[in-house]
């Protein structure tokens, strides 16, 4: 049995030279707040501090430690007290990142958002591609191509863990065939996979991000979204659908501080993207590490002006 007791905030307003009420602890379960004295001070950026309990794990903080430098304002420390009386400290962001598709770039996607400090949660239709995700991002397995999943999986890890400040959708499907051979079952699935899920997601985490006064979304299109390219119909129209949409919704949710872009790439070099193309063509595919670091850069405040915007990433 694992316990979360007490979580602390450091705010930059609360760093002080005189290294006096730097943390508000939050007892949990007890909706009380305490200013302790800490050993130590986060420095002017915001460095984290980690909390040791009193022998009653309960009102007393007894010492801390710096575990790592950490740049975000409204950073969470917690301390987990296990069954044989260990505790463990972690860090948390008080920002939360979905990422939806766990996939190579929903992997790296994940990864470079939680080395940037926010709690992130993966979600994929299997727990296969989740299983490669390291333990430090949380994971759950949902279809959100299926309306009536998203809102309940998003409202609830609301409550789990706090509401989603990002979104980001990398999820995709891919199907070749020209617009005279394109079938209905086709047309549909592409719709189903490369539109739906983002329609369905933002719906679920706009309230949410109402609510803060502050939220940022990116949704993952292509390049034949943008610029007509024969022999792959289906899949081009549905990303295309994204585009727009991306463009609806930059113009619905920014008068409430949401803002919303997309990132087009042409080519990722995966794996499964080598065993179908040659190497002349994948010459000028893109990692999906380079694709995840601009996403990371759109939700970011140093992209707090940046909404509306269809990002092309096409590699050299």
Do not use: C
């Not at 400290?89 to 598709?101: D, H, L, P, Y």
């Not at 299109?221 to 609806?248: D, N, Q």
Request: proline fraction near 6%; charged fraction near 15%.
């Amino acid at each position: 049995m694992t316990a979360w007791l007490h979580t602390a905030m450091v705010l930059p307003e609360q760093v002080s030279p005189h290294r006096q009420n730097l943390v508000t602890t939050v007892l949990a379960g007890s909706g009380r707040q305490e200013q302790p004295q800490l050993a130590g001070a986060p420095d002017r950026r915001g460095a984290i501090l980690g909390l040791e309990l009193g022998e009653n794990h309960r009102n007393q903080v007894t010492s801390a430690h710096r575990v790592r430098p950490y740049g975000r304002a409204g950073s969470l420390v917690v301390v987990r007290l296990h069954a044989n009386g260990s505790q463990e400290v972690g860090i948390m962001s008080s920002q939360v990142a979905v990422v939806i598709g766990a996939g190579a770039l929903g992997r790296a996607t994940a990864a470079i958002l939680a080395d940037s400090g926010l709690t992130v949660v993966a979600v994929d239709r299997t727990q296969d591609a989740l299983r490669e995700l390291p333990g430090s991002i949380r994971s759950e397995v949902a279809d959100t191509t299926n309306p009536a999943t998203v809102t309940p999986l998003v409202d609830r890890l609301a409550r789990e863990i706090g509401p989603p400040a990002v979104l980001v959708n990398t999820i995709g499907a891919f199907r070749q065939g020209d617009a005279l051979s394109t079938t209905p079952e086709t047309l549909q699935r592409m719709i189903d996979v490369n539109l739906g899920p983002a329609l369905w997601m933002t719906q679920a985490v706009a309230p949410h991000m109402t609510q803060l006064g502050s939220g940022a979304i990116v949704h993952v299109a292509a390049r034949p979204a943008i610029e007509a390219s024969g022999g792959m119909a289906a899949y081009s129209v549905s990303k295309a659908a994204l585009v727009h949409l991306t463009r609806i919704l930059d113009v619905e949710l920014r008068p409430h501080g949401i803002r919303v872009n997309a990132v087009a790439p042409q080519l990722l070099d995966t794996a499964t993207n080598r065993a179908a193309f040659p190497g002349e063509v994948m010459a000028h595919a893109v990692a999906p590490e380079a694709i995840a670091a601009v996403i990371a850069f759109l939700v970011s405040d140093a992209a707090a002006p940046v909404s509306g915007a269809i990002l092309p990433a096409y590699g050299a």
